[in-house]
């Protein structure tokens, strides 16, 4: 399956005039599990096209949010993924059909955790 998205920083310089049009919304910054959930869920809730929005846990995993579901904190992955590797796989799982709170059992390949 090929999964075609556009992703977005909404905070690079420019990122609002694009963030209206895209799929996927990838903040930078990690914040504490809890505000980087509140962060996720935020950025779907303000721009109706996002599908899905990641933001970098300080501990190392990723909170996403996306449309029509209960945000979630993923734990690190053992073999390490930026947050808009995790959110283009979490767009690709959704638009597959899975559930979100079904990536927690998602791992990277070579991934032993």
Known sequence: MCDVHLLVNPDAPGG???????????AQVPLPPVAARARAEELVARWPGCLVAAVPEGGGGCALGARGGAGVVLPAWAAPAPALVVASVAHAWLVAGGSLGDLRSVALEGDKA
Do not use: G, Q, S
């Open 16 to 26: 609002a005039c694009r963030a209206e049009y895209a799929d996927v919304l990838v």
